[in-house]
């Protein structure tokens, strides 16, 4: 048996207090080999890090059910806003050129005019002169649509389609669009005492030929014998419109003709 000191006097460790700690080997009294029994205990106790075989499976979960009734109702639902929206896209152009025809027809525009024949055609050119001593051609104005207004300062029909002239002129106000209005007066104080507050469209005078007439040169070589009468005249310099009378301008209808020749 090994001995075991109970004392430091004898250089040996107590083996119940040191049991956990470095492996006690004490030579045996009868020659035998080194005790091994607190080593092999201690190995018995130490963790073991090494794999013990294949890692067992976990079985995946099983896939989600697909509800097919709730596929097909979803891509019959997006079927069905495709179509609807591809029928919205395709209507609504062909909508707003109806809107448009009407629009212009209930103008009820003649398709010929006196002095120039069937429209539309090329509108002729002229020149007038402004109240500050300036000369205008009709042409300066190619490019724009010209909404061209021949009225007259004794006219009292010129005087009341004026309101409605000037709200549409500031309605459709812009770098595409000009109304000029050409007076069959003799003198601007005619003019001005028409437009006392002045006007957002462009005047300017068309004198009578001779004392007979009352109708301005150029209105009369445009075909008109009585005022109020307006031309429309596209982008290309053509006419477009003849209107014979008076015209409510700021009207739904006629801002929505305008503005398509305005658009083209």
């Known amino acids: ?3 075991r000191g109970n004392s430091d006097k004898d250089g040996l460790v107590d083996s119940a207090a040191t049991a956990d700690a470095a492996v006690d080997i004490v030579p045996s009294v009868a020659g035998d ?4 029994r607190p080593a092999a205990e201690a190995a018995l106790r130490r963790p073991r890090l090494c794999y013990s075989g294949p890692m067992a499976q976990v079985p995946s979960p099983a896939p989600p059910m697909v509800d097919l009734r709730k596929v097909l109702v979803t891509a019959g639902v997006i079927t069905l806003v495709a179509g609807m929206a591809g029928m919205v896209a395709w209507m609504t152009p062909r909508a707003a050129a109806r809107e448009v025809k009407a629009a212009c027809t209930s103008l ?3 398709p010929t005019n ?11 050119d002229f020149a007038v002169t402004t109240h500050d001593g300036k000369t205008v051609h009709l042409s300066d104005f190619r490019g724009k649509v010209v909404l061209l207004n021949f009225w007259a300062s004794w006219c009292n029909v010129c005087k009341a389609e004026k309101p409605s002239l000037s709200n549409m002129t500031e309605d459709l106000a812009g770098p595409d ?20 507050k002045g006007a957002p469209f462009q005047v300017m005078l068309d004198p009578p030929p001779d004392d007979d007439s009352n109708i301005g ?5 445009w075909g ?4 109020p009468e307006s031309f429309v005249i596209d982008k290309k310099g053509r006419i477009r419109m003849y209107l014979i009378n008076k015209r409510d301008w700021d009207a739904a209808v006629t801002e929505t003709c305008l503005q398509a020749l305005i658009d083209e």
Do not use: Q, Y
């Open 1 to 3: 048996m090994p001995l």
């Open 33 to 36: 080999d080194v005790s091994r």
């Open 108 to 110: 009820e525009a003649s």
């Open 114 to 124: 006196p002095a120039l024949g069937n429209l539309p055609r090329e509108a002729p």
């Open 177 to 196: 669009f000009k109304v000029v209005t050409l007076a069959s007066d003799r003198t601007w104080d005619d003019v001005k005492k028409a437009l006392p």
């Open 217 to 221: 040169a150029i209105a009369t070589a």
């Open 224 to 227: 008109i014998k009585a005022v």
